[in-house]
């Protein structure tokens, strides 16, 4: 056999396996695939970041040298636990001073009653002895107005007192906030100081350390463009990979739409959160996560490739207002009319009742009349 006869059969074998099934209508090949029943499910991307879903910034009132630290990064700590210790030698200066001066106070208030107790005797022995006319009422008089100055002195002494005591308060409080404590059962998921640092508490209160709560409970913070974001309700299925785990897919659920909107470089995003089981530890605070939120899927249905919805074939000229595909029916192409449903990457559910499993959808053509290109044959597809 002539080696141009081989070649052409060769050539002929390959473009039957590359285009499928090839049906001859004149001098036009059209490439058909066949309607098939599947399940389509649509996602809407994002990508997000691994986040602890509680996590407690731990920090200092006082201002201070941080002298000792208990933990570090990872530290698994309780409710209560000692986490660093600021120098207490000026925290513990003051509440000695501040006792010092309470004692003082709490002795001239003794001594303030113990006059009053003076100042009421005397004054009622000078009423008895005016009574008996011997004393003058100038004397009783006299007499009365000691004791009511003894009565503001006490006064006084028991003002002063309190004061001392409040003072003592604020010093020992101040003495207690010198150390820092956890908050919550968690890790410690981040550490800002070193011994030695001095912090300063003045107008905020810095952070010191971050704890997080469980970290066998995470979620995933993502942006969706406003042209998605109509699509994600609470409660849909998330899928989802991890950059340390490229071979593995992980399942988790959409908790929260957030309303407030970003805007970065005029592109409008809102911030989706997705929980996730973390029992297994593969989930890293910090961790960046490529999202797929299924937003609808439809299974066992009528499909069709997606090349199928933008076939027409190269000699029709007319419009039409309706969505349809290019069936290769024994007469030669035909167009039905067809309601479009889901859609994913690489095929389409349609909704018609003339068309069945395995009729032969057209999704292009091969030969001279072919290469003007695969032309329009679709209407915007309404919203579900």
Not at 222 to 230: L, M, P, Y
């Amino acid at each position: 056999m002539p080696k141009k006869y081989i070649l052409v059969t060769i050539l002929a074998v390959l473009i039957f396996v590359i285009a499928g099934f090839v049906m001859k209508n004149g001098s036009v090949k059209y490439m058909t695939k066949e309607i098939s029943r599947g399940t389509i499910t649509e996602y809407v991307e994002a990508s997000g970041t691994i986040k602890p879903i509680n996590t407690i910034a731990v920090g200092t009132q006082v201002s201070g040298t941080v002298a000792k630290i208990y933990v570090d990064y990872n530290s698994e700590v309780k409710a209560g636990q000692l986490l660093a210790e600021l120098d207490p030698s000026l925290f513990q200066a003051n509440v000695d001073q501040s006792t010092a001066k309470l004692n003082n106070a709490q002795a001239a208030y003794s001594k303030a009653q113990a006059n009053l107790a003076y100042k009421r005797n005397n004054y009622q022995r000078y009423q008895h002895l005016y009574q008996k006319n011997y004393v003058s009422k100038d004397d009783v008089e006299l007499a009365r107005s000691n004791y009511l100055a003894a009565e503001a002195d006490v006064a006084a002494a028991r003002a002063e007192m309190s004061a001392s005591q409040a003072s003592l308060n604020n010093n020992l409080t101040n003495l207690g906030y010198s150390k820092i404590t956890s908050p919550v059962d968690g890790t410690v998921i981040s550490r800002a100081v070193d011994v030695g640092q001095t912090v300063a508490a003045s107008f905020n209160t810095p952070t010191l350390f971050e704890v997080a709560k469980d970290l066998t409970k995470m979620q995933i913070e993502t942006s969706v463009s406003e042209a998605d974001i109509g699509k994600i309700k609470v409660g849909q299925e998330v899928e989802y990979t991890l950059d340390g785990y490229q071979d593995k897919v992980f399942k988790g659920t959409v908790t929260q739409v957030r309303l407030a909107s970003t805007t970065t470089n005029n592109v409008v995003t809102y911030t989706v959160i997705v929980s996730v089981d973390n029992t297994d530890g593969f989930a890293i605070p910090g961790m960046s996560a490529n999202v797929s939120i299924i937003t609808g899927q439809a299974k066992d249905v009528l499909c069709v490739d997606n090349k199928a919805l933008k076939f027409t074939p190269p000699d029709n000229t007319q419009k039409y207002n309706s969505q349809g595909i290019w069936v290769m029916t024994k007469s030669g192409p035909e167009r039905y009319d067809v309601k479009l449903g889901l859609s994913d990457d690489s095929k389409t559910q349609i909704i018609s009742d003339k068309l069945n499993e395995k009729d032969k959808v057209i999704v292009g053509t091969i030969g001279k009349k072919s290469k003007g290109k695969t032309t329009a044959n679709t209407m915007r597809r309404p919203p579900l």
